[in-house]
């Protein structure tokens, strides 16, 4: 019997790797999006929307009856929740917004497997966050520790989280939260630090950008590559019993390391000045290509506090043990390898956007 799956989100970096494995292992794959998919070609020279076997649904999560009618006509083996209002800084000017997709869009899709009938038949993985953890009581983060969400986006997500523990608890529904840490790849849109470095850096030694504005450099993270996390969220669902587990590397990196690596895929070694508002990276050895663009003591990055966050979430970093042990899972990508085909991804890109670039006079 082919096995059906519905993945709200599907737009989203997490759906198109989900889907991708879904579609290999011969699923029936059915998503929600709110848009068209995203037809931005990356390094590969391939849309997302050109990889994607899947029925495409049109809606959000805030439209209950929408997700009710589909939830009830695809009748779903799996569903996997990971349409969100995942910008953790846009949550902070739209917090009610947010909190209706990545809060009540949650007991939505919830509430829909329920009053279709199929509790017993629909397995439901919830895209939990490491955001949740917040304000730190200890390190690293695992399964046990307590939450502190400091964010709208946050405080939505612990709503979510707990209403999937309630359903699996008070109905017996195979519902999981998968806590992730923060998970990246060429397909990560550009408004996410990691992508914003990549994609800036890259254009900044093709000559098409002279510096690159951040935030919070100090603030650290535990990275990993989307490609694997979607792999344990599958695996996550074909447990005999439901439970939450966390997904993580184990490694913590600061966004000034992040910034470090990706100048150095380039030939560009940084070197940091000053600090606070008054920081700078600057180009302290450039060979190859970037030559041509940037010189010996060139501001690349400089700090702008628009990009501080009224609260923010400072110091990350996970304990994976339990995905290890119960279901074998381990991360295969390095945050370091990551940043590397990340930057190869934007290079290309870059290349190609400053070949069309006319010159001057
Ligand atoms: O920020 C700092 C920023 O926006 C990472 C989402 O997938 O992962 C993601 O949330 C850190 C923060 O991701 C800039 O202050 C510095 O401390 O890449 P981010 P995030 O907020 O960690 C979690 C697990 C999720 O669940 C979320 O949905 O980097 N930072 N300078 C900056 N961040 C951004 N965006 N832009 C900057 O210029």
């Known amino acids: 019997m082919t096995k059906r799956a519905f993945i709200t989100g599907i737009g989203g970096q997490d759906g198109w790797y989900l889907a991708q494995i879904l579609n290999e292992k011969g699923y029936e794959v059915h998503g929600l999006t709110r848009r068209p998919l995203d037809d931005e070609v990356i390094g590969d020279g391939v849309p997302a929307s050109d990889r994607l076997a899947a029925h495409l649904h049109f809606g959000d999560l805030t439209d209950s009856s929408n997700i009710a009618r589909l939830v009830r006509e695809i009748a779903p083996d799996e569903v996997y929740n990971l349409g969100a209002q995942s910008r953790v800084a846009a949550s902070f000017h739209a917090p009610l917004y947010t909190a209706s997709v990545d809060g009540l869009g949650t007991l939505r899709v919830l509430e829909a497997i329920r009053l279709s009938g199929l509790v017993d038949r629909t397995r439901f993985y919830q895209a939990s966050t490491a955001e949740l953890f917040g304000k730190v009581s200890q390190s690293p983060q695992s399964e046990t520790t307590p939450f502190y969400p400091r964010s709208p986006y946050a405080a939505a997500k612990l709503f979510s989280y707990w209403t999937t523990v309630n359903y699996r608890e008070a109905y017996g529904m195979f519902a999981c939260n998968g806590v992730l840490f923060n998970h990246d790849s060429p397909r990560r849109g550009k408004e996410f630090v990691t992508r914003k470095i990549t994609s800036g850096m890259a254009r900044i030694s093709v000559g098409l950008q002279r510096s690159l504005s951040l935030g919070n450099l100090d603030a650290k993270r535990d990275w990993g590559h989307a490609a694997d996390y979607v792999r344990m969220q599958w695996l996550m669902l074909q447990r005999d019993a439901p439970a939450d587990y966390v997904i993580a590397t184990g490694e913590q990196h600061s966004v000034r390391d992040f910034v470090t690596w990706a100048a150095a895929a380039l030939g560009i070694e940084i070197r940091f000045f000053g600090s606070g508002v008054d920081e700078h990276g600057i180009a302290a050895h450039v060979v190859g290509e970037a030559a041509a663009h940037v010189k010996q003591g060139d501001i690349l990055i400089r700090v702008d506090p628009r990009f ?35 930057v190869a991804s934007d290079l290309a890109v870059a290349r190609r956007d400053a070949r069309h670039i006319p010159s001057e006079g």
Do not use: H
């Open 308 to 342: 501080f966050r009224p609260t923010d979430v400072v110091d990350l970093v996970g304990d994976p043990g339990r995905a290890l042990n119960e279901l074998g899972w381990s991360p295969l990508v390095t945050a370091r390898d990551m940043c590397a085909e990340m």
